[in-house]
């Protein structure tokens, strides 16, 4: 809270109303004050302030609400520490470079604030200088791990105006203002306070006064959809700022690309090209559509307010007539009508290819991928052999010379074949699965600030327990990793565990507890090909039981604060087909197993989904019974928030299948064939999603990656 003001002030005399200023005598620049008549105070602010509502009236005129010219108060994944904390974005550290953006806050609006620098939020305080961007008398609340699995929180401006003067009792006191040589105080000073604060599964407050009559005005400029993680990552972050043109963006080498629909009717000025469009908001999420900025005919036809994409006669509200570029229409010349919706998703499109034969030997055979929101990380696997080659692409460079190579074998020959990766934000996780020398347990973390030999750290589980091998499945629950142990052979005592690691103390230590499932339900529980969790319960997706030899479909759920409270669900219950599941995931309130077989070389293409609110509401589809050849789906599945993605990987396809959650049915299944638009791509059995591309990755000697787009960005609220 700010605090009263405690100066003797006279009345203000200021009416912008009156159109008045200080009568110098006459209209041109010479003569001053009248003579002969007090001069006050209030005059000399009346000066002031009729400066300041000229240039008010002029940048009200040219700029909108929460308009910046560059990246100024953006709120960015922090480079330093996720864990409930980011970065707000300054400028080049002077204030003739600052980072900008415009208030309209009713106190004498609008007001221009600025920041020299980045500055991270969790070091807002007042250790530091008057001066320094994240100087601030307001204590600002340490953010909190979501409780729940989601959470939407606003980050906002907390504007007012806080007094300051060279005596003790200003919210600011600075002595700076004292007479030099004679310590007489001078007239206090009014500091515009802009502090950064999060609303934490709320709104932004309404602007008002405080309990000492300070008024505040508070502005949204950013929106968190975060997840059961203390981790804030740039997945999670939407950007409602206005980005604005001006001869500042036109100097950084943005000309006018960007073009604004405050009321989500006017696009501007029909003659500029189109490169990004950014809309204020549909609902409370604005959004945006990017396109190839080497499109030639990108118009808005003033008259019909048809914007087109590749052609200046728009047929239709958004009109793409595409050969090249981001976006590549199935049917090029053909009208493709979106529609609008808080969230857009595309149409499964064309997708971009990178060769990665040239950046390394043998640079295929990859697992189960993630991304923490810039990059990409394909887990290495196996290609003439186990290998050791961690791949890291930058989704902002996704060519060869953005992708990086880090051999783990090279710091020990055991350290190749793993299936799975995940990621907190701040480290990548390799669950271990098999090497030259069998099954084995080398656990791995690897800094995501230090890509390199010297940011990886190994946990040898075999020497905790020489059955926690063989580790194919996982997932992140809070600042716990949880693993399970998937031995799939015949054998019938093969152990099933579940480890429980604590991501705060990532050693032998570290982990903390573990349940062995197979001695459970008469030895049934055992052979899950995947883990993942609900936020309350472990849920492993069925594949091979080793104690009766075949693919089964048991769903096994275990309490995520409680290994030993255990139970299940039977698949096969619902369908004697729904057997030999090789991953799962839960979108909010279902679970979904993504079938690989139901029995021996009989694929399936069955896909499951069990209501977590009532288990009896339990459905499934067969895409096999859509196209036979839709089966072989043993690369796991991404969901984006709406759609989920599963693969056909055989030797001479390579499909992506999207399902509707919204439609789990056959009528919400849409494919994309990428051997249509170029034969080599095939075998792609794994990808990531970040948060507006789908990728899938090679297991055979194909070495093309391929990125397919589906959505603008980020989970729906």
Known sequence: MSSPYVGNYTANLYSPDKRYRLSSGNLGPAGGFQRGVSLCDSELREISDSIDTSLRLYIAANIPGLGSTNNGFKIVQSASDTANNFTIMGGEGTVMDVGNLVLFTGLYSPHFIFAKSNFEYKDQGSTGALTDDNYTKTTI??????????????????????????????????????????????????????????????????????????YHVYTKIATLNRINSANILTSMIVDNRVKINSVQSLSLGTPITNIILPNQSSVGDYSHRVGTIYTSGFGQTPSYYSFPNNASLNQF?????????????????????????????????????????????????????????????????????????????LPPYRSTA???????????NFTTGGTTVLDLSTINANYVGYKKCLTDGKFLYLLPLVNTLGEHGNLIRVDLQNFAVGGVTVIDLASINANFISCMGGCIVGSYLFIITSR??????????????????????????????????????????????????????????????????????????????????????????????????????????????????????????????????????????????????????????????????????????????????????????????????????????????????????????????????????
């Open 141 to 214: 609340p340490t953010l909190t791990t979501p409780e729940i699995s989601n959470r939407t929180d606003e980050v906002y401006i907390d504007f007012y105006l806080a007094e300051v003067s060279s005596n003790t009792g200003s919210e600011y006191r600075d002595t700076s203002l004292q007479v030099s040589g004679i310590g007489a105080s001078t007239a206090n000073r009014a500091r515009m306070v802009w502090d950064v604060r999060v609303s934490q599964g709320d709104i932004t407050p309404t602007n008002g006064n405080d309990a000492n009559g300070i």
């Open 301 to 377: 036809n003033s008259t019909t307010g048809y914007l087109g994409i590749g052609t200046a006669s728009a047929s239709c509200a958004l009109d793409i007539r595409l050969n090249g570029g981001d976006l590549n229409a199935e049917s090029e010349g053909t009208c493709q009508n979106w529609g609008v919706s808080r969230k857009p998703f595309f149409p499964l499109l064309k997708p971009q290819t990178l060769n990665i034969s040239s950046v390394s030997t043998n640079l295929y055979g990859f697992g189960r991928g993630c991304s923490d929101g810039r990059y990409i990380y």
């Open 386 to 396: 186990y290998h050791g080659k961690l791949t890291r692409i930058d989704t902002n």
């Open 488 to 717: 799939v052979g015949t054998d019938p005592n093969k152990s099933c565990y579940i480890i429980k690691v604590d991501l705060n103390n990532f050693s032998a230590g570290g982990v903390t507890s573990t349940v062995d499932l197979e001695p459970y339900y008469s030895h049934y529980y055992s052979g899950y090909s995947d883990l993942f969790s609900d936020g309350n319960k472990l849920w492993g997706a069925p594949f091979i039981n080793p104690s009766i030899g075949a693919e089964f479909g048991v769903a096994v759920a275990v309490n995520v604060n409680n290994l030993s409270s255990i139970g299940s669900i039977s698949l096969e219950s619902v369908n004697s087909t729904l057997r030999g599941f090789t991953s799962g995931f839960f979108d909010g309130r279902y679970n979904y197993y993504i079938g690989d077989r139901q029995s021996a070389g009989v694929y399936s293409g069955n896909i499951a989904r069990v209501d977590m609110n009532d288990y009896s509401n339990s459905s499934w589809i067969s895409l096999k019974s859509i196209n036979v050849d839709w089966k072989y789906f043993d690369g796991g599945a991404i969901y984006d928030g709406r759609y989920f993605y599963v693969f056909t990987s055989h030797e001479s396809t390579s499909r992506i299948h999207r399902i509707d959650s919204n439609d789990f049915s056959a009528s919400g299944v849409t494919t994309i064939d990428h051997t249509a638009y170029d034969a080599t791509i095939t075998q792609m059995n794994a990808g990531c999603y970040d948060g507006k591309y789908i990728y899938t990755f090679p297991c055979s000697s194909n070495c093309k990656l391929t990125r397919t787009l589906v959505s603008v960005g980020g989970p729906l609220n």
